[in-house]
T-cell receptor, first 110, second 116 residues
């Protein structure tokens, strides 16, 4: 089976940096996704890592270590609009099925 | 191009009834996946359809079923509704074509089902 763990909640201050961790156990690993979901809305794609290392995209960066089964999402210069749930998802198997973690609810305070 | 479209957006049913939800994927996407999202359980995978065939199935009872049509549109059905079926049902489509495919999912807005 697969197991994906991420913290349930995090709080940070506007303008700060926050790191959301995700650990996983899976077979047939193809890649790891991060999605953002605002309350009442659909999840939207943030990043995709298939190789070890850091992928940077504006204020958001995502890191992957396949040997450790570990990823993190780094959000810089936090804004109020970044308050949302952040979902870690692992792609596995020949069908590249996505399995999601329970999500980390990030609250950005003024 | 248009995104993933789900209908209806909201619906209320009573225990024992059945419900059918519809999903139109992004044009050109042949894979459609369904997820149930609840506050306590997060996003739980229901099933995935590709070219009208169910390719993967999650750990849900047989009351949950689905199908995909030749135009890639998909429906899911829940029979004999229970209170615990109240959830947001999300549909997602994927390009899913060989090595070009990363598995990235594009989600619809969801159908929020309330069972009374």
């Amino acid at each position: 089976g697969q197991n994906i763990d991420q913290p349930t909640e995090m709080t940070a201050t506007e303008g700060a940096i926050v790191q959301i961790n995700c650990t996983y156990q899976t077979s047939g690993f193809n890649g790891l996704f991060w999605y953002q979901q605002h309350a009442g809305e659909a999840p939207t794609f943030l990043s995709y890592n298939v190789l070890d290392g850091l992928e940077e995209k504006g204020r958001f960066s995502s890191f992957l270590s396949r040997s450790k089964g570990y990823s993190y999402l780094l959000l810089k210069e936090l804004q109020m609009k970044d308050s949302a749930s952040y979902l870690c998802a692992v792609s596995s198997g020949s069908a590249r099925q996505l399995t999601f973690g329970s999500g980390t609810q990030l609250t950005v305070l003024p | 191009k248009a995104g993933v479209t789900q209908t209806p957006r909201y619906l209320i049913k009573t225990r024992g009834q059945q419900v059918t939800l519809s999903c139109s994927p992004i044009s050109g996407h042949r894979s459609v996946s369904w997820y149930q999202q609840t506050p306590g359980q997060g996003l739980q995978f229901l099933f995935e359809y590709f070219s009208e065939t169910q390719r993967n199935k999650g750990n849900f009872p047989g009351r949950f079923s689905g199908r995909q049509f030749s135009n890639s549109r998909s429906e899911m059905n829940v029979s004999t509704l229970e209170l615990g079926d109240s959830a947001l049902y999300l549909c997602a489509s994927s390009f899913n074509r060989g090595n070009l495919n990363t598995g990235e999912l594009f989600f619809g807005e969801g159908s929020r089902l309330t069972v009374l």
